[in-house]
């Protein structure tokens, strides 16, 4: 199977009430891990691509990766895995130009830190260009707090989308998806102690997510997809073995599960996970590097870093994301 769009695996999400794991890539071992996961599950797949990540990898190893992907899946399993190429947060037509004419499937372009006018000219720009090349776009209205290419946007500068903008925004602008800021962020840091309180297991829980704009978008553009950036969970463990094995990440906490779960049986069809599979491959190193110290062959810790990739992502499509066994 070639590369798709996402156009029929969000149909079916919607109809089905799961939604599918985009996972964002940079080397040939998490390309690995994720893919080899969607294919024990046979779950649709999403592979995305920041503007970061293209620098640092180039955009024609990623492509032929993701390419070798699909073979190693026809081959060694004979499964077709459908899977998108998406570049995640666009911030130029150029940008998403340039990844449209070297063959993803899928582009973001996100002026969410516009005015609502200026976001939506340059998304309908991308938008034209994507569709007369047969590839489809997600768009952004309210910005998440936290880490984007670099960039760091505080928490102050971050708003809720406003229900009443989404229906003009996707007529004016012919968006496919629309990523909406409803309290996920960026990073591993998404909230502090401070801003938690403790249930009666001692854990602490971050406040909810708005589920009440989540609601409201969805009335106002129904069986339209809805996509939640910034979803990740930052398990403990990992971060507890990363702290004690030479690591320093105090304050790092995420987004409960739950709460994914509850968006994934609703409007929301893509939920974006980055950091969580960082926080897999760094704690699995930096323990291997502890437990083995006289080891320096790349293959001793990577290989490792690649089963906690594709275990947290077999995680991540069964128990929150529901869409094992959809491909
Ligand atoms: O939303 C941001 C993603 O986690 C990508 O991060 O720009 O460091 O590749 P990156
Ligand atoms: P996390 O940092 O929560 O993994 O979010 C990733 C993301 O939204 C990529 O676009
Ligand atoms: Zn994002």
């Known amino acids: 199977m070639a590369l798709v769009t996402s156009t029929e695996m969000f149909k079916k999400a919607y109809d089905g009430g799961y939604a599918i794991g985009a996972f ?55 499964f077709d895995l459908p899977i998108v190429v998406h570049l995640d947060h666009g911030d130029s037509f150029e940008l998403c130009k340039s990844c449209i004419d070297g063959g993803f499937t899928s582009v973001m372009i996100d002026k969410s830190g516009l005015p609502f006018d200026e976001n939506v000219k340059i998304t309908r720009q991308v ?11 997600e768009a952004e209205l309210g910005s998440l707090a936290g880490v984007e290419d670099e960039v760091k946007v505080s928490a102050e500068d971050s708003s809720y989308t406003r229900p009443e903008e989404v229906q003009e925004f996707v007529e004016r602008t012919g968006c496919d998806s629309l990523a909406i800021a409803i309290g996920t962020s960026h990073g591993a840091y998404k909230f502090t102690a401070a801003q938690c309180t403790r249930n009666e297991k001692g854990i602490l829980v971050p406040p909810p997510l708005r589920f009440d704009i989540l609601d409201e978008v969805s009335k106002r553009l129904p069986g339209f997809p809805i996509v939640l950036h910034g979803s990740s969970s930052v398990p403990q463990e990992f971060v507890r073995i990363i702290n004690e094995n030479g690591g320093k990440m105090p304050d790092a906490i995420g987004i409960p599960e739950e709460q994914l779960r509850q968006a994934a049986r609703g409007a929301v069809c893509k939920i974006n996970i980055d950091s969580d599979l960082r926080l897999a491959m760094t704690a699995c190193i930096r323990q291997h590097f502890c437990e083995h110290p006289d080891h320096f062959d790349p293959r001793q810790y990577l290989k490792p870093a690649r089963i906690a990739i594709k275990e947290m992502v077999e995680h991540k499509l069964v128990d929150v994301l529901g869409c094992d066994g959809k491909a």
């Open 127 to 137: 938008v034209e260009y994507a569709h007369d090349h047969g590839v489809v776009v």
């Open 24 to 78: 964002n890539v940079n080397n040939m071992e998490i390309i690995q891990g994720i893919t080899e996961a969607a294919i024990e599950k046979r779950a649709p797949l999403i592979l995305q691509v920041s503007k970061g990540a293209r620098a640092y990898a180039k955009h024609v190893y990623l492509m032929h990766l993701i390419k070798a992907a699909i073979e190693d899946a026809e081959q060694t399993a004979g």
